[in-house]
């Protein structure tokens, strides 16, 4: 049930995950970055999204059970929960960055209940603060939240004292370390690149200033 090494290649064969060490990327909070993930990508490859859909299912089940309630983040992971919830044959909400400005006002999406056991559903983990606050959210209504389950993290150690400190269990189907293995036995990364790579993992916030 290792599906990192897969998940990893789907996510470079699909081109969810680029990577150019050459030509920076800017992240939406300011950061130079010389990759870029929109896992969202995987939806449009019928076989990639079945199997994340299957990845997740059995990951979950095996860390967490079977809970009563799927919670996708919007708005990457919104199909993904759907996916998931529909493969396991339970219920699905999601979760919006911030509550709707019309109508019932919702932030959550979906039916809830005091004392659920849900499972949390993300597509990409980076600081974790969008991913923490989706949490919050379901605590805030008295959902048990069991853990999140994503298909891909940074590592950065900000996300992994975030998560700690919520008492939030995270597991994820692939991460960066496994990425940049397959890139460089794929070809998609040379070996000359590689320093590039390791000087921004180590400290992406000043990397590029």
């Known amino acids: ?25 800017t992240w939406a909070s300011g950061w130079k970055s010389p990759i870029y993930c ?9 076989e990639i999204r079945t199997f994340i859909r299957n990845a997740f299912a ?17 708005t990457g ?10 493969r396991m ?9 911030a509550p709707k400005g019309h109508g019932m006002e919702n932030l959550i999406e979906g039916k ?12 990409l983990i980076s600081t974790g603060g969008s991913s923490l606050k989706a949490v919050e959210a379901l605590r805030s209504e008295g959902c048990n939240v ?13 996300a992994e004292k975030a998560f700690a400190d919520a008492g939030v269990k995270l597991v994820t189907l692939s991460n960066y370390n496994a990425l940049i293995d397959e890139a460089v036995e794929s070809g998609y990364v040379q070996k000359d ?16 200033i």
């Not at 990893?8 to 920076?24: E, F, G, I, T």
């Not at 929109?38 to 019928?46: A, E, G, I």
């Not at 059995?58 to 809970?67: D, I, M, Q, R």
């Not at 044959?89 to 960055?97: D, E, H, L």
């Open 77 to 86: 992971a919104i199909a993904q929960g759907a996916l998931v919830a529909d």
């Open 146 to 158: 069991l853990g999140m389950c994503a298909i891909f993290t940074y590592g950065f150690p900000i």
């Open 38 to 46: 929109d896992n969202r990508v995987t939806l449009s490859f019928p």
């Open 112 to 123: 809830v209940e005091k004392g659920q056991a849900v499972v949390v559903i993300e597509d």
């Open 1 to 25: 049930m290792n599906f990192e090494k897969q998940t990893a290649a789907y996510l470079l064969q699909s081109k969810a995950v680029k990577l150019q060490p050459n030509n920076p990327f």
């Open 58 to 74: 059995e990951t979950v089940k095996a860390h967490f059970g079977v809970p009563e309630l799927i919670a996708g983040v919007a």
């Open 89 to 97: 044959g339970i219920s699905m909400a999601y979760v919006r960055s």
């Open 193 to 208: 690149q590689l320093e590039v790579l390791k000087k921004w993992r180590e400290a992406p916030e000043k990397w590029g």
